[in-house]
């Protein structure tokens, strides 16, 4: 059995796509969430090199910072791997390598600046490599991917507003 997606468009979409689509979703809103919680409670104030050279000593706070980096992680893992392929797919357009995909993403108005997200996507090797070796990196970077969050937050909402209003099983 067929859905419409697309009907603005006429592109026939199986309904087990439309579930991967919907699940993708799903999982996104969760991580959406997760992250913004954590986000909150780390970021009540600045992240700052001498909050990142206290880590070893502040096991909440460490904890916090681990968990920060997982879920900025995750979501724009889920975002890029998952979600952006699958949707791309559902449309006619070729999976490609995540420039290509990028780069149809903003054309299509998913994405709001590809050079942002190339930028976020650079952020994680400091944050992730360096994390216990360098705390004034680790801190400039911690407090750049926080002020990424917004920019998640909405290429999330974008992807999923757009899978919602375009679909027969939602």
């Known amino acids: 059995m ?3 997606l697309s009907s603005f468009i006429g592109i026939a979409i199986s309904l087990q796509l439309q579930k991967r689509l919907h699940s993708l979703c799903e999982l996104v809103e969760r991580e959406v969430a997760h992250l913004q919680v954590t986000d909150q409670r780390l970021f009540q104030e600045p992240f700052t090199a001498g909050r990142a050279a206290q880590l070893e000593a502040d096991i909440d706070l460490a904890e916090r910072v681990d968990a920060f980096l997982t879920r900025f992680g995750c979501l724009q893992d889920t975002l890029r791997s998952k979600l952006l392929p699958a949707y791309l797919s559902a449309f006619g357009k070729p999976v490609a390598t995540f420039l290509e995909n990028l780069d149809h993403a903003e054309r ?13 996507r650079q952020l994680r090797n400091p944050m992730a490599h360096d994390y216990l070796r360098d705390a004034a990196v680790l801190a400039t970077s911690l407090q750049a991917a926080h002020e990424f969050v917004p920019v998640l937050i909405e290429t999330a909402a974008q992807f999923c507003q757009r899978i919602k209003t375009q679909s027969s099983i939602f």
């Not at 299509?108 to 976020?120: C, K, Q, R, S, Y």
């Open 108 to 120: 299509l108005g998913l994405v709001p600046d590809a050079e942002v997200w190339l930028t976020m």
């Open 2 to 4: 067929l859905h419409n």
